[in-house]
């Protein structure tokens, strides 16, 4: 087991774009399910476990390993793509107010880095032209 999360969850380690693309049915399920329940339980912009009851702890712990998980694999990606991994540090902002809606950027950034690491090709692959 710690072979295998070494072997994918490395942070100095390398992920071909086909790696990278086996995970991204999972990672599109966790973003339209974090889509979804903003929409529907959210307050300005963020979730609060506590309104779930007993169900939150169970909720919060899901959404940090897959956070911590798709945090560690997308810098993979971006590093065998040879872009800086300081792209990551975006998702680190929270809200911003629009009309009476609030914006994640966290969450628009995770969406612009999941299409940057699916369609970006790997550094050391020769692209014939």
Do not use: C, K, Q
């Not at 072979?3 to 380690?13: E, P, Y």
Request: glycine fraction near 6%; avoid cysteine; hydrophobic fraction near 60%.
């Amino acid at each position: 087991m710690v072979a295998w999360l070494a072997d994918h969850f490395d942070w100095n380690g390398r992920t071909s774009r086909d790696e990278y693309r086996r995970w991204l049915p999972l990672i599109i399920a966790f973003e339209l399910a974090l889509l979804w329940s903003l929409a529907a339980f959210g307050r300005n912009g963020r979730l609060h476990f506590e309104d779930f009851g007993p169900w939150g702890a169970a909720l919060l712990l899901l959404g940090i390993l897959y956070m911590i998980g798709w945090t560690l694999l997308t810098a993979r990606r971006l590093r065998s793509a040879g872009i800086t991994r300081r792209w990551l540090l975006l998702a680190l902002f929270v809200n911003i107010p629009i009309a009476d809606t609030f914006v994640t950027i966290a969450l628009v950034v995770t969406l612009i880095l999941i299409v940057v690491a699916t369609l970006a090709p790997d550094r050391n692959t020769v692209t014939a032209i």
